[in-house]
């Protein structure tokens, strides 16, 4: 295909408004003149003849680099590929038209070879809405992602070119989220104390009457309470960009990562801390708790099973209490994997929420499917559970839904998973205990299994963790007789000689006791001889 570089003037005629040409008499000065080139390209479609054309070069020498790079470009296709002819064709009569820079050219063989646009340039916004459609996870899952991007991504670095993005962005974006948490805790401050004020303000007399609606109008204008981003949603944000990019990376959009390199605060997570007595004293004062993840001792769980006792759901809570099971776990439990000759069951699936409706879906990850052993008494709590299902079976007649679950409504459909906890923080306020979450029952399973001595490894596959470490570091939560016991166990392996005095001095109180015990009885002994000796009167 033809092409060349040509000198043009673009001087005009004031008169007639034409341009001179080589008419122009400074066409011969100096730098005077501008170099154009122009490219044939291959034909449209259509047939209709199509070219590149560009001016403005300083020299000749600089418009033949320009000509030599179209050139290279239409160079990456094969002669014997039409199709990446038309591509490379398509992208530069649209870089002429709209007067962009060239691509490069190892670029734009790169995205030739992975059969990706070469016209225009993806946004960060762009991939991540084609990301998320190609997402095929449950919907709650997928729901995370969407907020990730809506609320943060998009605002922040949404207009930026993805193969452009930096960690210098990512750094700026968090910092901006870090700013905003402070105004937002500010605003709330502000708010807060005017509906204090409010609150104090009395409602009879004209002038308060006028005074509460003038602070009314006040707090209607002040921005609404609002939740600040946390160190967890910080994390997760992170952690969706970064998801999105490696798939970037794997369709070979972009080589770098940014995501994988950001520094942000780490997440500290709750500690779980057992309820104490003193711990519960402390609560019983002030009402607040030590720990957002509470667990109970094993007499407090006891407790709560016994209060618990005539309660419908009563197999779930010893089941959760036991043998750790999650929420969803225990809501979509079938009795098809449920065999109480065995004394297990299989955990196969869980029922979830996508906002408040409620789906089936398979286990999180591949350890969520588990085999589960169960204990004599959580065996028996099931079979009398199983028993009162088919009475209720029979009493519901026709209108009975056959769902095969075992943990059901009366009627037999589905326990939607947000009312069971609902039900379950009910039973333990009624019950006068102090508060846990339902998944801290999950907690307390863990403990109780590791405090009886389980071997980790075994607790961690009954929970259904990928990692002994997860166990470890988040359900470990050390009780206060095991403490004692360990405690003890760990003083006597260090010989101390204070320790030896002392036990010294307690043998010796204790043959000193010992001996006046048995003189007292000697004494004893011979009084009463005495007394039988004496003669009667």
Known sequence: MKGSTYRRC???????????????????????????????????????????????????????????????????AEFDDPEGTELISAMLAEVSSEKTPLPDVEETRR???????LVGSLTVSEWLDRWLAGKRIRKSGVSRYETDVRVHLKPHIGDRRLDRLRVSHLSEMF?????????????????????????SVPWKGLGNRARRKAMKTAIDAMPPFRRITGPSTRQHVKATL????????GQQIITFNP????????VRKPKALVWTDERVARWQQTGEKPSSVMVWTPEQTGAFLDFVAADR?????????????????????????????????TVTGQLVQDGWDVEASEPKTDSGFRVVALDDDTVSVLERHRKQQEADREAWGPAWVDTGLVFTQEDGSWLHPGKVTDLFERLVAASGLPPIRLHDLRHGAATLMLAAGIDVKIVSDTLGHSDTRITRDIYQSVLPHVGKSSAEATAKLVPLQRKSEAEKAARKAAKAAQKAMEKAKAQAKAKKNRARKKPKK
């Open 242 to 249: 970064r998801a999105a990019l490696n798939e970037a990376i």
């Open 175 to 199: 910092t901006a989220i870090t700013d905003a948490n402070a105004e937002i805790l500010e605003q709330n401050a502000q708010r807060r104390a005017a509906v204090e004020e409010l609150a």
């Open 10 to 76: 673009s001087c005009r005629d004031p008169k007639t408004g034409k341009e001179l040409g080589t008419s122009c008499p400074k066409r011969n000065g100096k730098n005077h003149c501008t170099y154009s080139i122009r490219q044939e390209l291959s034909p449209r479609t259509d047939g209709s003849r199509r070219s590149f054309a560009r001016g403005g070069y300083d020299s000749r020498k600089a418009a033949q680099a320009g000509l030599d790079h179209v050139r290279a470009l239409l160079g990456l």
């Open 313 to 345: 759901l009563y197999a779930m809570w010893h089941l959760i209490a036991f043998r750790g099971l999650r929420r969803g776990e225990a809501c979509g439990q079938p009795w098809s994997e449920t065999n109480l000759d065995r004394h297990s069951l």
């Open 259 to 266: 995501a994988a390199h950001v520094e942000i605060d780490p």
């Open 111 to 117: 995205r030739l070879n992975a059969g990706q646009d």
